[in-house]
């Protein structure tokens, strides 16, 4: 089968390192399942893989792919829940689980026809979700949906800022917040972002670090760096920021002095559980929002959408197609 590798990792040509090869079909297992593959998509963690970042590179070669939706042996449609732990060693959470694993850290990924993960980590399908859509979901779309509702506990007329809008998180993110009645704020340096942006529901969107209406409640964080003193800046007293990635650095100054005094909460978030993807369905089913898809690939065009990614001009998720469609 066909399947896109990480056989090398450098951080400043991560895609030198990205080989697409025939590799054997997986063999099914006791307790685990072979997924037929018909769609996937890009997260910015196969590029921290290619960059040698949170992987060790005795690990390699491994295909690389968080994402996935398709068909289970049986010819059910199926989305993959990407998280492979055991719920019990995080007391009920997996992602909780110290020796929890991402699909391609320890497990080949979902770039390639058919992919094999754990029978409990198959999620159905609904029909009123295409393949494209529902690939999008499992890393980014839980991402956020953890973020808003199981960390920052958002209800209806929260103000929630989204920093750097466009990205995968960001878009759920705002578009999540929006249908549960929050008040949404969201950055991007781009004015083409800004506007997709609005047109997902946000109230306003800024230049990057620009000044916002009002205090935010919620601070939806996964820029790092390059954003991390206007969030603190733009929080209200009491208010909370949650952190899921940090694309622009890990070590901004901590300000500790204004999160004492006006008692701001900062609260790291990863990934999902696997019921939280279920309640993520949930809520689709229920108000009609849909992730956002900036374009789809063939497996053979890989590198171009990793390009796409690494130059800042995707907005929403870029989805690869393992097989041709006609197949």
Not at 49 to 61: A, I, Y
Not at 91 to 99: N, S, V
Request: glycine share 8%; charged share 20%; proline share 7%.
């Amino acid at each position: 089968m066909l399947a896109a590798t990480a056989i090398s990792q450098d951080a400043s040509d991560p895609l030198s390192g990205l080989m697409l090869s025939d590799v054997p079909k997986p063999e099914p297992r006791p307790g685990w399942s072979v997924v037929r593959v018909v769609a996937s998509s890009l997260n910015m963690h196969d590029l921290w893989t290619l960059r040698g970042v949170g992987h060790p590179p005795e690990r390699l070669p491994i295909i690389l792919g968080c994402d996935a939706a398709g068909y289970d042996e049986d010819g059910n449609e199926v989305i993959v829940y990407p998280v492979i732990a055991d719920a019990d060693a995080g007391m009920g959470d997996e992602t909780l689980d110290p020796r929890r694993a991402l699909l391609s850290e320890q497990h080949n990924g979902a770039f390639a026809e058919y992919l094999m993960v754990p029978t409990r980590n198959l999620v159905p399908k609904p029909d009123w979700l295409s393949f494209d859509e529902a690939a999008c979901l499992p890393v980014a779309w839980t991402t956020a949906y953890r973020m808003l509702f199981t960390q920052a506990k958002i209800t209806a007329g929260d103000r929630v800022l989204v920093q750097g809008a466009g990205g995968g998180v960001a878009s759920a993110a705002i578009k999540l917040a929006h249908a549960a009645g929050a008040v949404v704020y969201a950055t991007s340096r781009s004015e083409t972002k800004r506007a997709e942006a609005l047109s997902w529901g946000a109230r306003a969107a800024v230049p990057s670090g620009a000044r916002l209406p009002e205090r935010v409640d919620v601070v939806i964080e996964t820029v790092g760096e390059a954003t991390w003193s206007h969030s603190m800046k733009a929080l209200r007293p009491g208010g909370t920021i949650v952190i899921a990635g940090a694309t622009s650095g890990a070590n901004p100054p901590a300000d500790l002095n204004r999160v004492f005094y006006l008692q701001q909460r900062i609260l790291g978030s990863t990934g999902s559980t696997r019921s939280e993807l279920v309640a993520l369905l949930r809520m689709l089913d229920a108000t009609g929002v849909r992730p956002v898809v900036d374009r789809t690939l063939p497996l053979s065009e890989i590198h171009k959408g990793f390009q796409l990614m690494i130059d800042g001009t995707v907005t929403g998720k870029v989805v690869i197609h393992p097989t041709p469609p006609n197949q």
